[in-house]
């Protein structure tokens, strides 16, 4: 998978093994049902969780694998603003990057997987608010608000030279402009960060057992 970045110029080549990713973001529901916490700005069960920053969506991952009885992908400490991924384990997790695009591209080329009103909730269409998960058009895969709704965490620390511990954060928004709504943009924020925009989804490593 060949990433790139508008701002550096720059382009790299990530290889990418067998996974699994959720078809719609998390939503209100099965984050109140696991944490029994509801920070959103906005209510409703079949919304997409926002307003988390990326340490709940690991500490979300976590707990949800415990739930199921998988072993946690994260050995978290998040007062030394630590978190180690165990590539062996079969529990929830955030995607990396290059998992999130190559998902999201789901075998296209151009920069996006639809046209965009079809398939994404942005500033032109949405009314400057969030939607119901799964509610635009999917990509050929079947995966829906990968493009639009609210923007998804993934693992990957974005240019830790410059910018420290912030994380990557991939899709677009519902308010965010057409331009911010494609495959390859990449965005930054804090770990800490919480925003009603910014919202995640699952992904599982596929374990040979």
Known sequence: M???DRRTKRRWTVDVAG????AVPVTQALYAEVTSLRPSASDGDALPVECVSWWDAVRFCNALSAREGLTPAYDVDEAAERAE?????DGYRLP?????????RAGT??????????IAWHRGNSDERIHPAGTRAPNP???????GNVWDWC?????????GTYRVLRGGGWFDEHWSCRASVRRRSHPTYR????GFRLARSVVAG
């Open 141 to 147: 895969w079947g995966l829906y608000d990968l493009i």
């Open 195 to 198: 925003v009603d925009d910014v």
């Open 19 to 22: 996974f699994s990713l959720g």
């Open 2 to 4: 060949t990433l790139s």
């Open 109 to 118: 080329t151009g920069p996006r997987y639809g046209a965009l009103d079809e």
């Open 96 to 104: 990396t990057e290059a998992e999130w695009e190559h998902a999201c």
């Open 155 to 163: 693992w990957d620390v974005y240019d830790a030279q410059v910018y």
């Open 85 to 89: 991924w165990d590539a062996t384990a």
